[in-house]
């Protein structure tokens, strides 16, 4: 690789719009006290549905909606990017506030909506004290930053069995109703899967899809387009 | 689910508000309302129940103490004469533990024909088929109280009922006359030939009921949830009773339905009951939970107080009490989805409405910094700034060291470098670096790759055709990229993202000497002719010589409609050549 031509040589490179997002989200996170969390593509199906409170018969863990690891029982590629709640939580203790970025997989047939790969943000908030208003006010005004101030939230019931009560978040976006964030109080079983005391601690987990986010902003017809490795897609 | 306003109505005192007005009751504090639909008389609303209320909420009666809790209404109620406690005239043995319930209600005299019209119009306004008046009265109680119902033809029923897991490679034919062929760990209604029926998923075509049919067993089940799904995946059946008890239904529900059918049967059909057959070995427990107000709060916040707690268990005929400060409910049987005190804030939140819970802010914190991720995206700004575009591939590819056990066919395995897949994008984009205005094509990739035992973040570059690739970590070292920055984009791009065509690209030359200074007429022609045929062009070189400039330019030609042909082109292209060439300064090479 040659770097000895001065920036003013060349033309300046360009950001995939899903970095280009990632890094606006977790600017505007981190001016809210988050931190940045990673974990494993490649996960254990403890970390990845056990410990996150999904049944051992859950349909999600169908093979036809997960990718098992091939000669390694219990692997799988993770889901969602849930399953960093549970190591972060497994190596640090309450309070913290934290976002996890990353690539998830899904076994589905592809078309403009669907992908086998996808980005997800994840966020965690535990604390003592941390209730549905925390939730509230946090996703409102990450919200407001990144589509613009006088963007609405809306909540209405929905259900993961990671938290109880579980929330779809939806957003008003160019006055559109869109369902943007699935989210929820972390649920007890969580956090004696980790040790935690659920007596004393309560938290909030939100999770969004980031092409959708990217596709919503853009005005991105086709989920696909993104993984394509062409450069016409890095419009921005 | 599809659910009718109007049977909706009929389970409820009091007039109900306009269907759009309880659409956007059950959507806001219960269930998404996919679709609100006008039939006849009659509005279907397409609800998508959630998967933990299934287990109550799939039927009618469900959905209907949920519009009677929610909007304050009363239930109607329909009392039933108890069935006659008298042996069946055929042996009933279970089996397996797998069936949670079984009760069998034999039926005489039945006279089969056509539905009435009212059952008939009920069942086709939910997406139902019609089939005769016995069948159509055990979907009818499906539908209204989530309890499956099947119903045998007795006379084609040898010796007697046997509930039991299914030998290998035992065969069934359905009721819709396909033949499945079923395994040990499926579970079978049988008599003493063989398989009557796929327990929870579908009825047998041999003892099915038609119109010479006179007595009837009705069966009136609660099977293991997993079984069912497990039988019902593998078979390639879902039925709307397999859908029913994957979900799980409360075993108490059976009695009441039962009751029900024959009731049903009685008025469209005749027939008198012989006797009724229920067993019921572990029956579910009564559940009760205690919670106080600090326990919602905890959830929910401090808006919350007793006074919305009390409504809850009005509105929604809790059994309770309550002793200083702490509330004991006796969780309703069907209710499988409440057991700790966060599913009653739950219950309270939604019934009081999200919107009216205020918005706080969380403590202001600084945050540890985050070196892992900062890493990655220190090393992108670096790329970038020095020129590189970034790319994003495939995780799955042909070859790897790790493979996924069902995944794409020819990509099943995880990619173990990210070369690869970044040469493909070296080439897919050279051959558009036309369209892109590029003269070199600098890509890179962070990802991660995935070895036999373990997976890594890595880099890779293409700068003038050489391919690097390193570990992010090895990466960072060599070129001395300074990840302590602080990392910030300076704005957030907007716009509005434009397709490209998937039609073929034609590019062109042109080198035109310029005597004088007229760069700017030539500019026009140029510009002129790009909008016209909507051909983007960049000037790829340029130099003086003898006083003279030389410009050479290049156009695009691509369709967004079709494939360009190289006539078309050749035929636009002319024009531009002769718009030149009328200008004296202007002399093409």
């Keep these: 690789m040659d770097t000895s031509q001065t920036k003013n040589e060349i033309q300046q490179g360009t950001l995939h719009p899903l970095t280009l997002v990632t890094e606006e989200i977790t600017r505007i996170f981190t001016q809210q006290g988050f931190s940045v969390a990673l974990g494993p593509e490649l996960e254990d199906e403890y970390h990845n549905f056990d410990a996150l409170n999904v049944p051992k018969d859950h349909p999600a863990r169908d093979m036809q909606d997960t990718f098992f690891i091939k000669d390694r029982p219990g692997y799988v590629l993770r889901t969602h990017t849930s399953n960093v709640q549970i190591r972060y939580m497994e190596t640090h203790s309450a309070p913290f506030a934290i976002i996890v970025p990353g690539k998830v997989f899904r076994n589905e047939s592809t078309d403009s909506g669907h992908e086998m790969q996808f980005h997800q943000v994840e966020g965690l908030v535990v604390g003592e004290g941390i209730t549905v208003e925390h939730m509230k006010g946090t996703l409102l005004t990450f919200f407001k930053k990144l589509l613009g101030e006088n963007t609405e ?84 | 689910m599809k659910v009718s306003y109007n049977w909706l109505q009929n389970h409820i005192e009091e007039k109900l508000p306009t269907p759009e007005q309880v659409a956007e009751t059950i959507h806001t504090h219960a269930f998404e309302v996919e679709s609100t639909e006008k039939i006849g008389n009659d509005t279907i609303f397409d609800i998508a129940v959630l998967p933990d209320r299934a287990h109550d909420c799939l039927s009618h009666v469900g959905i209907a103490k949920e519009v009677a809790g929610l909007l304050g209404l009363t239930l109607k109620k329909y009392p039933l004469p108890p069935l006659p406690e008298s042996p069946l005239s055929i042996k009933v043995e279970i089996q397996s533990d797998l069936c949670r319930r079984y009760i069998a209600v034999e039926m005489t005299g039945v006279k089969v024909g056509p539905s009435p019209s009212w059952l008939k119009e009920a069942l086709e306004g939910i997406g139902a088929r019609s089939i005769n008046n016995i069948v159509d009265a055990t979907n009818l109680v499906l539908f209204d109280d989530g309890q499956p119902v099947h119903a045998f033809d007795k006379a084609k029923i040898d010796g007697g009922i046997v509930v039991r897991m299914a030998h290998e490679g035992e065969q069934i034919v359905t009721l819709s006359k396909e033949e499945k062929k079923l395994s040990v760990e499926d579970l079978v209604i049988v008599d003493y030939l063989g398989p009557l029926a796929i327990a929870g998923v579908k009825g047998g075509a041999s003892a099915e009921v038609t119109e010479e049919t006179k007595d009837i067993i009705i069966e009136i089940g609660n099977f293991d949830p997993v079984t069912v799904r497990k039988t019902s995946k593998r078979l390639a059946l879902q039925t709307d009773a397999s859908k029913r008890f994957e979900n799980e239904l409360s075993p108490e529900i059976a009695y009441g339905a039962a009751k029900h059918v024959v009731a049903l049967i009685q008025s469209i059909a005749g027939g008198e009951v012989v006797g009724i057959f229920d067993e019921y070995k572990s029956p579910q427990k009564e559940r009760t939970l205690s919670f106080k107000l600090s326990d919602i709060t905890r959830v929910l916040g401090s808006s919350i107080n007793e006074a919305e707690i009390d409504l809850w268990i009005s509105r929604y005929k809790m059994v309770s009490t309550k002793k200083g400060g702490t509330y004991t409910i006796t969780i309703p049987p069907e209710r499988l989805d409440i057991s700790i005190p966060e599913d009653v804030a739950e219950e309270v939140g939604r019934l ?238």
């Design chain 2, 352 to 589: 009081v409405g999200y919107d009216h819970i205020p918005s706080t802010e969380l403590p202001k914190t600084v945050p540890p910094r985050s070196p892992e991720y900062e890493a990655i995206s220190a090393t992108k700004l670096w790329l970038a700034e020095n020129g590189f575009r970034e790319v994003m591939n495939y995780t799955f590819t042909k070859k790897g060291e790790v493979y996924v056990a069902y995944g794409p066919k020819d990509k099943s395995a995880l990619r173990a470098n990210l070369s690869d897949g970044l040469k493909e994008s070296y080439e897919k984009n050279r051959l558009n670096s036309a369209l892109l205005g590029l003269d070199t094509i600098r890509i890179f990739e962070i990802g991660t790759v995935f070895s036999a035992d373990k997976e890594e973040i890595h880099v890779a570059t293409v700068d003038k055709g050489t391919f690097e690739e390193l570990p992010l970590a090895t990466f960072i070292e060599k070129y001395k990229i300074d990840v302590s920055q602080p990392i910030s984009l300076k704005e957030f791009p907007s716009g509005k993202f434009k397709m490209w065509s998937l039609y073929p690209v034609i590019t062109r030359d042109i080198s035109v000497w310029i005597t004088g200074t007229d760069r700017a007429g030539l500019s026009k022609i140029l510009d002129e002719f790009a909008t016209k045929y909507n051909t983007p062009y960049y000037i790829f070189d340029e130099f003086s010589k003898d006083g003279r400039t030389s410009i050479a330019s290049r156009f695009i030609f691509q369709s967004y409609e079709k494939t360009l042909t190289e006539a078309e082109v050749e035929k636009w292209f002319a024009e531009l050549v002769e718009k030149i060439k009328e200008n004296k300064d202007f002399e093409i090479r």
């Design chain 1, 153 to 236: 939230i809306k909540l209405r019931p929905s259900f993961f069995p990671f938290v109880e009560p579980g929330f779809e978040v939806w957003v008003k976006f160019q006055n559109k109703w869109i369902e943007i964030c699935g989210a929820g109080m972390v649920h007890p079983n969580v956090f004696k899967n980790v040790g935690y005391d659920p007596k004393k601690l309560t938290g909030f987990a939100f999770g969004m899809g980031l092409d959708r986010v990217v596709n919503v902003k853009f005005n991105i017809p086709d989920v696909r387009l993104a993984y394509q490795g062409d450069l016409r897609f890095s419009q921005f």
